[in-house]
């Protein structure tokens, strides 16, 4: 290459790199943040995040959610046959005690499993919420005796109360106080919960005339992460309830079952409104973790848009 040539190369490589510099060093800022993320968390798994835990306990709902603070929530533990898998998380989790105990609704598939975490004597449990209507179940009358054994009381929760849970935000979005003999899932406890950006929605076994109820009080409830409700069942995750909530990242916890769970046409609902479905039956127990701007989901690293509310 001739000396002019040569200058002329340097030059023109000269003002390439200055026009992108900005780029070169965002680049290598984001490099940086991923690693350091992804070190921090592997060295210190707990600290400064938020973990929720999608427990595998087949045709059920159980949620393990452990703060930063070392605050712990367990929404619901399954089946009673379930029992020992949710116990034996927790054990494997390090919990040494349940901050708190949320029974979303009474039916057996939800409460059967917290049977057994009551009678853990290593994992104290500090109170136990629930919908406010009782069930009439044998599952029923054995939970609500383990809770007076462990010397504590069922305390009803309803909307608009709200929560602050060691680090999180905790919305109260059903039922309403006074119903008069409800049918249980149209009764489930649905909670929103707030860690920096990261958001839950967790729904229990509601259909979509709650979720109408719901969108129409205008209470902002987009979330990142949906707890689809009743185990995918057709009569939930309304069109309309999807739109309000625009999620990401869609969880169905469910198992063999005779009903049909998830329906054909809820998965259709979920993918037009642009979710990505996990299953439980398919992945397993489902892991996210969050420090309030981004989030892993086993193991995926996500950044997070801001929500709009």
């Known amino acids: ?35 350091f993320y992804v070190s921090s968390s592997l060295a210190n798994p707990r600290s400064d995040y938020l973990e929720v835990s999608f427990i595998n306990v087949g045709q059920g ?3 393990l959610i452990r703060d930063p603070s070392g605050f712990d929530i367990l929404i619901d533990g399954g089946k009673s ?16 005690d349940i901050d708190v105990m949320l029974a979303s609704h009474a039916d057996s598939d939800h409460i059967g499993g917290l049977i057994d975490v009551l009678n853990a004597t290593d994992i104290p449990v500090q109170a136990v919420l629930y919908n406010g209507y009782p069930g009439d179940t044998t ?36 039922p309403v106080a006074g119903l008069g003999n409800p049918d249980q899932n149209a009764a489930s406890v649905v ?11 967790f729904t229990g076994d509601i259909d979509s005339t709650v979720e109408a109820t719901i969108v129409a009080r205008g209470t902002p409830i987009p979330a990142q992460f949906l707890k689809v409700a009743h185990h995918g069942s057709e009569s939930s995750s309304s069109n309309a309830f999807l739109s309000a909530v625009k999620p990401e990242q869609a969880i169905i916890s469910v198992g063999p079952n005779s009903y049909g769970h998830p329906s054909s ?29 981004v989030y892993t989901i086993r193991g995926v690293l996500i950044f997070m848009p801001v929500l709009v509310r």
């Open 191 to 201: 909670v929103l919960l707030e860690y920096g950006q990261t958001r839950f929605l």
């Open 265 to 293: 046409e809820t998965i259709a609902r979920l993918l037009a409104a642009g979710a990505q479905i996990w299953r439980t039956d398919y992945k397993g127990t489902i892991l996210v973790r969050s420090d309030g701007l």
């Open 81 to 96: 046959s379930a029992g020992p898998t949710v116990v034996a998380y927790l054990r494997q989790q390090g919990v040494d």
């Open 139 to 174: 599952p029923w009358a054995i939970f609500a005796t383990a809770v007076a054994n462990d010397g504590l009381t069922l305390t009803p929760v309803a909307f608009p109360l709200t929560y602050t849970w060691g680090t999180t935000s905790a919305y109260m979005l059903n």
């Open 1 to 35: 290459m001739k000396e002019k040539d040569s200058l002329h190369f340097w030059n023109r490589l000269e003002i390439i790199a200055v026009k992108n510099k900005w780029l070169i060093l965002g680049v290598l800022v984001l490099f940086l943040l991923l690693f």
């Open 61 to 63: 709902d159980s949620i």
